[in-house]
């Protein structure tokens, strides 16, 4: 991806298109098959440099991975015990989902791990993990103030607990779970507000005895995995910025095949249909233990709303999406209950204020949130402080605009959604890379 994307006016969403696969999933397809035994298929893989990530931390632990073709992976399981010590730090680069969840998968095995990461990941929380994964009987340090590396000690034996979570996040849910199953005697996590299941369905599906529903997940340790075929639906959260996209664009009449619609990630399609959107599910179907669906988007006027705080967790990483679509609604939205946004890849409010604010829209912030009034998005330079979702909502910004929307910071595109400029385009989107 290129540094900088220039986007020009107008224009419409029109045509059929498939969604790459969904990085959460992904992530966790390999974390679970190096882990299993036997031989697991994934299908429909994110070749992305987050869940690339991944992948290479496991085959710097031993682990024979192929990748026979496009978004295809073949794991040869390990089995719990079988991960080897690796000989250098593991770089996880932007990806702050590998180094929350690794540090709960590494945190009693026999050998020492450290977990670095870019300089976006090298400034986020991490204490959210080391704390509850201390109290289980680890050993993890990071820096004074909380941020990575992560210095994992091996050779430690963790106890399960009772973990009610102070925040709403599925990564630190994940981390206590994954630590649980090599923890002696049963760990329970409780959550604060519904959040993404994937770790807890896809342990089901590896064949491990888990309980979860209704705001907690239970599990003891000492099980094991049984190596799986997985086809990973295409990402809800990559799809938003095309739905978003086709909502707000006069004329567009778009068609999003394979959209995973778990629905703790569906906030996206609550908010919008509570805003007016025209989105049809077209076709429905089971896939990897996960609700897909084809999905129908056309262009409706949208009226502005006060989103529903319970909907926040399940539309976590699409509000700077959901941000342009307010700005193209008629009257206020207002967001609260959303401070985890400022947690995320950059201060996602400050910096979509800042963008949206350049680009002539009233926009303004709350500790936990954003109001902003529907106005006439002009054009402008907005920088996306190297967060792969700003850029991307800014670019599809320039189908209402009044001018050309220049991104600055962009290379981190390719952290979740490498095909995102040639897909846009292929929908419609005036959009090029400029180096
Ligand atoms: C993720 C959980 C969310 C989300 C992130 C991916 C996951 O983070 O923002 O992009 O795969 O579990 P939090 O759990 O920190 O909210």
């Not at 006016?9 to 966790?28: A, E, V």
């Not at 098959?33 to 085959?59: C, M, N, R, W, Y």
């Amino acid at each position: 991806m290129a540094k900088e994307i220039l986007v020009k006016p107008q224009g419409s969403f029109q045509g059929t298109i498939k969604i790459p696969g969904d990085k959460s999933i992904s992530h966790r397809a390999i974390m679970l098959g190096a882990i299993a035994e036997g031989v697991t298929k994934i299908s429909g893989f994110l070749e992305a440099e987050d869940t690339l990530a991944t992948l290479a931390v496991f085959e710097a632990l031993g682990v024979k991975i192929e990748r026979p073709a496009k978004g295809e992976v073949i794991i040869q399981g390990v089995g719990m015990h079988g991960l080897r010590a690796p000989t250098k730090s593991l770089d996880v680069g932007n990806s702050g989902t590998s180094m929350r969840l690794l540090s709960g998968l590494f945190s009693s095995q026999p050998f020492d791990v450290e977990l670095s990461g870019d300089k976006s990941l090298s400034v986020r929380p991490m204490r959210r993990v080391t704390d509850p994964l201390n109290e289980m009987g680890a050993e993890i340090a990071c820096e004074e103030d909380g941020t990575p590396p992560l210095k994992i000690s091996g050779g430690n034996k963790l106890k399960g607990m009772i973990y009610d979570l102070p925040m709403a996040s599925a990564q630190v849910k994940s981390a206590v779970l994954l630590a649980g199953i090599y923890a002696e005697g049963e760990t329970q996590v409780n959550e604060k507000g519904i959040l993404r299941d994937h770790t807890e369905r896809m342990l089901e599906g590896f064949g491990y005895d888990i309980r979860y529903g209704d705001g907690s997940a239970k599990l003891s340790g000492g099980g094991k995995l049984t190596a799986q075929s997985i086809v990973v639906p295409g990402d809800i959260s990559s799809s938003a910025f095309f739905i978003v996209g086709a909502c707000i664009a006069e004329d567009s009449d778009l068609v999003l095949e394979n959209v995973g619609i778990n629905p703790t990630r569906d906030g996206v399609i609550r908010i919008l249909k509570l805003m007016g959107a025209d989105i049809e599910i077209v076709r429905e179907y089971q896939a990897g233990g996960e609700p897909v669906a084809d999905l129908r988007i056309k262009y409706a006027p949208l009226k502005g709303i006060v989103i529903p705080e319970e909907w926040v967790p399940l539309a976590i990483d699409e509000f700077p999406a959901i941000f342009i679509a307010a700005a193209c609604a008629e009257g206020e939205t207002v967001l609260r209950g959303a401070a985890e946004m400022r947690v995320k890849e950059s201060d996602r409010i400050q910096v979509m204020q800042e963008g949206l604010v350049k680009l002539g829209v009233d926009a303004e912030t709350l500790p936990d949130g954003m109001i902003i009034q529907g106005s006439q998005i002009q054009s402008g330079t907005v920088d996306s402080h190297g967060d792969h979702r700003i850029a991307m909502a800014f670019a599809i910004a320039a189908l209402r605009s009044a001018g050309d929307i220049h991104i600055l910071d962009c290379e981190n595109v390719d952290t979740s959604f490498p095909e995102f400029v040639s897909l846009t385009r292929e929908v419609g989107l005036n959009i090029s890379e400029l180096s």
